[in-house]
């Protein structure tokens, strides 16, 4: 069965970064992309971007550019996020999801909590 | 850039009552539009894709319909467990999507 398994909470100050792993199982991991949404607590859900898993190409949200890397490991199924620059407002819980483009999506992380405190 | 709103923001209702929300979306999205339900500390669940297609395992109970900029997610006879937020999403402005603000079904 498809799984994706994210890392584990993270907290982190304002000015750092931070990298989210997504490892997936149960299908052909260079067969889907990979898309990472955001949810800020008590709000809504938020894209940040998609990274094919056959050839690297992203597309990522505008107000993020600059800020954000998506990269993958094929060796290992794993899809990443890096986060720069953090601030306040970037505090959220973090989902990788397979697929993007015109799909919707079937299959989610489990989500990662990224908190930016101070 | 596509803006999706919905409303209402809450709908109350009681378990066995029809749930009709509605999404509308500031361009036309053709029909790739998608429903999902999240439950607190969940992940989005998907349940229609499509505008009016059910995902795998949802109950009849759910059905979508609308395309262009207007569409509605019904719930037919409200369960216990259907309580939870509804998202709405366009997928059809690639390289972008947009998620409406939710719709968060409580019991009344």
């Known amino acids: 069965q498809v799984q994706l398994v994210q890392s584990g909470a993270e907290v982190k100050k304002p000015g750092a970064s931070v990298k989210v792993s997504c490892k997936a199982s149960?299908?052909?991991?260079?067969?889907?992309?990979i898309s990472w949404v955001r949810q800020a607590p008590g709000q809504g859900l938020e894209w940040m971007g998609w990274i094919s898993a056959y050839n690297g190409n992203t597309n990522y949200a505008q107000k993020l550019q600059g800020r954000v890397t998506m990269t993958t490991d094929t060796s290992t199924s794993t899809a990443y996020m890096e986060l720069r620059s953090l601030r306040s407002d970037d505090t959220a819980v973090y989902y990788c999801?397979?697929?993007?483009?015109?799909?919707?999506?079937?299959?989610w992380g489990q989500g990662t909590l990224v908190t930016v405190s101070s | 850039e596509i803006v999706m709103t919905q409303s209402p923001a809450t709908l109350s209702v009681s378990p066995g009552e029809r749930a009709t929300l509605s999404c509308r979306a500031s361009q036309s999205v053709s029909s790739n539009l998608a429903w999902y339900q999240q439950k607190p500390g969940q992940a989005p669940r998907l349940l229609i894709y499509?505008?009016?297609t059910r995902a795998t395992g949802i109950p009849a109970r759910f059905s979508g319909s609308g395309s262009g900029t207007e569409f509605t997610l019904t719930i037919s006879s409200l369960q216990s467990e259907d309580f939870a937020v509804y998202y709405c999403q366009q997928y059809n402005n690639w390289p972008s999507w947009a998620f409406g603000q939710g719709t968060k079904v409580e019991i009344k």
């Open positions: 499509g505008a009016s």
């Open positions: 149960g299908y052909t991991f260079t067969s889907y992309g």
């Open positions: 999801a397979r697929g993007g483009g015109d799909t919707a999506v079937a299959y």
